[in-house]
């Protein structure tokens, strides 16, 4: 079983940034691709960007230019120049391992964590 655990979500104003991160247990980070989601009130979760094991990193188009998502030691995704309508609950997801491809579908996901929420004042 993989567990996955985020952190790093809170109150912001329109404007700031945030940083979230998201690691997964043991030897599952290294082998297994990440992604972040989200999930707005009354709205469908939403692909925000992804990370395979190797590397490679995909942004949704609703937040490129704003959004990076990096991999060190976990997964982080930067939020830049945030908004009222990136108000959502932000999930990170793993699936694996050693998979090439990556999905923007939330079913392809395995493992998610329990998420956390970020809320954008204006």
């Known amino acids: 079983q993989v567990q996955v655990v985020e952190s790093g979500g809170g109150l912001v104003q329109a404007g700031d940034s945030l940083t979230l991160a998201c690691g997964a247990s043991?030897?599952?980070?290294?082998?297994?691709?990440m992604a972040w989601f989200r999930q707005a009130p009354g709205k469908d979760r939403e692909f925000v960007a992804a990370?395979?094991?190797?590397g490679d990193t995909y942004v949704a188009d609703s937040v490129k230019g704003r959004f990076t998502i990096s991999r060190t030691d976990a997964v982080y995704l930067q939020m830049n120049s945030l908004k009222p309508e990136d108000t959502a609950i932000y999930y990170c997801?793993?699936?694996?391992?050693?998979?090439?491809?990556?999905?923007?579908?939330?079913?392809?996901?395995?493992?998610w964590g329990q998420g956390t929420r970020v809320t954008v004042s204006s």
């Open positions: 043991g030897s599952a980070f290294r082998s297994y691709n």
């Open positions: 990370s395979n094991w190797a």
């Open positions: 997801a793993a699936r694996g391992p050693y998979l090439a491809a990556t999905s923007t579908l939330a079913d392809a996901y395995n493992y």
